[in-house]
């Protein structure tokens, strides 16, 4: 008999720039959240050193320790199955690095990590949008995109962990150059940075007066922006860029069957501007047994608060441990 | 409640274009005695699923008994496995939603599940093939149409109506070969029985070489493939080109779901290095880095037709057991 069952965990999100870390009961509310910068800790056995203080104070300070029953950590290029986060691009960390088993050595109770995609997966299907779905997909559109199936109630990982690289899938052979070495990578039009290529292209091939030519910076937010003021090339940007997304998501619609596609991260934002395109490209080349059952959405959890969400959901799903018992 | 006995048959059925067979199977997958009738003897779904329940009741009387039988698993074309329906068939000849799982279960008083041809092969495989042990890989059917199923963590993934797998109508690029589909370009328009003639006849039309096809009265993959094997150049060409448009294909169905193993399967894949070759290297030239070069491509080792009772019979021993008559 126990009477003393752990009520809270903890979700920890790392990004590039910022580390947050929250306290999360039960139903999803955050009792308390604090950050700092990942990029001041260039070595990882000081970052973690830093990052279990840090989760220390503020479980103290909040009820105790002893009331946390594990802790969930959301990462670039993390994978669930090892427990490491592998050749992050833009970590300060190289190579693989064993996060998990880090951390939960410094804390005495149980980690799991996993990466950005399959945590707001379980952020969604928890406390979102994809509450009592069995399969949907979601899709991260940011720097880079990354995407997450749910099958049958859990998350499709793969064989090592890897599944759901939908933005390094080939949308034209020999188009557009990738980080990833390959050329015509679908992320290469529909991320941030090909977003802003395809603003200068169109910018260059036209002279059509645009509010985009006035920019001090070209980004998705201020490309979004003059869209709204009715900037004709702006909203040309946005529907080239879902023309894009819309013929990858029919493909992978087609072999998933989805109930529902999910979009989150910056880029989504945008809005109809980008998903109104992208539905009707999608329903053009969607197979007809799956066309119209298909809902797309936008998240409907905060933005400050998706990450460290996730991260808790992940926490509740791993099994318990704890040095001290 | 004690019981003294279990069942220890199942009855596979193998529901395809030409021919309907089933077989009763044990636990280890010894098929015990198998049987069958033309499909499309039957132009009227209830004739056929009457001959289809004497059928499995005479091969049941003759060799176990049918006290001895648990259930039945039906592979078929466009069959749903959440409703027990094939679903709108372009290939059979009864149209619509027919309910073919609930009508054999009245006939026979055994559970019936029904699935479609991919998800039934790769249960065959996973069970008593080479995927046996694996635990996220995906299978592809290459005939007159081209199917998938990906297993994920050990299950068939269904998806939200039991759609999924549709390969077949995915596109590499906007336009292309028009699909009976609907649509244009869809990658079963390049790699199906009828997209590899259409791309034997577009190469014979631009190349006045020479070649053992032009004269082949009954032209087809398989003859094809003979053409290949003795050296000619513009067959090899047909299956280089089908193995370019497959293999690219692949490549972003294994960046999305990271399988282990991808198994071709069917009539087309009877081509073997042919295909497997060029489809090989545009599917390392085009995957995502972190998959490249790990992701075993490889054709089936089963017999075909004994692959698909199986295949059946591991989908009966799924469905939870019924009976009228308890």
Known sequence: MEDNIKSRVVGVDISVKRTTYAIVDV???IVAQDCFPTNDYPDVNEYISVLSEKILELTEANGGYDTIRSIGISAPSANFLTGCVENAANLPWKGIVPLAAMLRDRLGIAVGVANDAHVTALGEHAYGRAHGMKNFIIIALGHGIGSCIFSDGRAHL???GFAGEIGHTTYIPNGRECGCGQRGCMETYCAQKGIIITAKELLAESDKPSLMRNLAEINPRTIAECCEQGDELAVEVYRRTGEVLGFVLANYASIVDPEAIIFTGGIANAGHWLLDPACETFDKYVFRSIKGHVKFLLSSINNRERDVLGASALAWGIKEYSLFK | MLKETTKTRVVGVDLAYKQTTYAIVDVR???VAKDGFPTFDHANVNDFVSHLSEGIMTLA???????NLRSVGMSAMNGNFLTGCIEN?????????????????DRLGLAVALANDAQVRALGEHTYGCAHGMRDFILVLLSYGVGSCTFSNGRVHLGANGFSGEIGHTHLKPGGRPCACGKEGCVETYCSTKGVMLTAQEILAESSKSSLMRDCEHLNPRTITEFCNQGDELAIEVYRRTGEVLGMALANYASVINPEAIIL?????????????????AFEKFVFHNV????????STLVDLERDLLGASALAWRVKEYSLFK
């Open chain 1, 27 to 29: 139903r999803g509310n």
């Open chain 2, 89 to 105: 068939s372009p290939n059979l000849k009864w149209g619509g939603q027919i309910p073919l799982a609930a009508m054999l279960r």
């Open chain 2, 29 to 31: 997958g010894n098929i």
């Open chain 2, 265 to 281: 399967t069917g009539g087309i894949s009877k081509a073997g290095k042919w295909l497997l070759e060029p489809t090989n290297e």
């Open chain 2, 292 to 299: 490249r070069d790990k992701v075993k491509i490889m054709t």
């Open chain 1, 158 to 160: 793969g064989y090592e």
């Open chain 2, 61 to 67: 009387e003759s060799t176990c008994g049918y006290e």
